[in-house]
């Protein structure tokens, strides 16, 4: 029965139908009469993105959002640069901070006219993104294979479970003395937090499948190889994306850490330095550059998790949970 | 059987003989069938009806080579499935067993979902697949949905699909464990009418698990009653209701009669094992 909608003079209220054919015309999907599911085409991704992101800016959520960067920057402002607290008397204020960002020959030497505070930027954008794709490359198929089959999760997963608590910083003495020169010690440390919040989040995504889907899939007739390709795989790969978004999270902060210890460049050593040479302005520019990297390299995955699992959008929306 | 149900295949004769098969829990072993023994002839509607939990699934199951049995064997048109000599069966897309919540893969489009079984089989290729795919999902009412997802779909649609992608494979038996149980009312009456098409268009055999005393007499050739834990055939009923069946079957007097005699048996096996419950609860 793929027609069930009423035509658009079935309505009791003419008001009501042109309100929900002014919404339909509005949505990307949409054909002129609005009728069979079958006749209405599928839109493109880029589409569809563009039409939640006009429905977001019609929505209050971007005044809320502004009000809470102003009432955060309002807060520092006052405390620093108005009623001038006395713990916060070294801290620099927004007008500084601004100041120096913005300024063609900074006093410090890094703003967003030198070519030093992107020279920082990249470093440690290359750092996170080569740490990040080691740790996706061996992560998923170390936590597929820890959720799959029985004898190796028995084999690994004690060893895994007792050496994912670990903090990263306690990693660093040996990372220093196992690794040569400086960069490999900040990668491998980037790398370490990254695979295990990958490897435990794809081992859940697995053991999160519906055992019925495996059954099916052998009822059809699948290989145990076939259902790992068909059932396995994409099955876990919600989790898998969660596990990448915690991941890149956990690699910019296990970057910092480690550039903050070792390293000649990049934002935790620019942070550091700037703290031991009292550049304070410099640290607050670096902070806020990292959180911005950072949640781009965040909303990055996002989307590419959301391309990949196209149905799960299409049944979320339904359920009217994005 | 009455007349016109046009039989394709006589396929899907299933022998049970004696099977037991006992569970352990926490400790203690909790027989689930006990020397259950029963036929299906090919080509016949046959609903197990018993109390939740009497071991019905455990023997659907052991047929679609799910898990083992401990002693008696099965067999599926003469073939031995499994039996002391292998006691479990393998599976195989000649029993598909369509699932109590649905088992369709929501990653999957309807169309790959249909499609899957005979291209994992390479049986067909894929392009071959999605054509005989197209085709049985417009002969059951489900064109325009192949390119969707089946979360896009009612629970009622998403059965139909999953039946579908079972009849791809072209099984001896379709094994349906309370294939409708999350069903309202409404949609229920409308899947019944549409498996019984499918099911003369076809001649499969229907092995077909259920709680619905109603649904049991309207789609059944026979109705099996099983005793509470352990499960074993108690009473066996024949239904002489005519096929082909419409819903009008449902108000007439010979329906009514066969209900109250099938709920009769039926009764006496839930008070039982309600009181089990209790005791074991």
Redesign the interface.
Known sequence: ??DASPGPNKFPRDGVAAEIRAIQSRAPGSSEDCG???ARK?PSFLSLRLYYFGRWLRSPKPHLMLLGYASLLAFWYLSVEVLRLPRFAEMPGPTAVIHEWLSPSPTFGVSIHTPVYYQHILISLQRVLISFALATALGVPTGLLLGWSKTFKDYAFPIFEMLRPIPILAWVPLAIIMLPGSELPVLFLTFLASFFATALNTKLGVTSI?P??V?????????PL?VFR??IV??A?PYVFTGLQISIGVAWFSLVAAEMVSGQFGLGYLINTSYTMVQYPTIIIAMVTLGAVGFVSSVAVRLIGNWL????G??LS?DNRR | MNAPVLRTSMRGAIEIYDVVKVFEVRGVCVPAVDHCSFSIRAGEICMIVGPSGCGKTTLLNAIAGFHGIDSGSITLDGTLLCGPSQLVAPTGSDRIVVFQNGALFPWKTNLDNVAFGPIVQKKLSKKEAHEKGSQLLAQAGLSGYEHKYPGELSSGLQRRVEIVRALMNDPAVLLLDEPYRALDALSKSVMHEALLEIYYRTGVTIFFITHDLEEAIFLGHRVVVMTSRPCRPKESFTIDIPHPRRYEVLTSRRFRELAAEISAAVNEEAMKSFTLGEREG
């Open positions: 029965m793929p069979g599911t079958a599928k519906d019925t889907l059954l099916a899939a052998k009822c059809l007739g699948a290989s076939q068909h059932v994409p099955g790969l699992m196209d149905w799960r299409r049944q339904l």
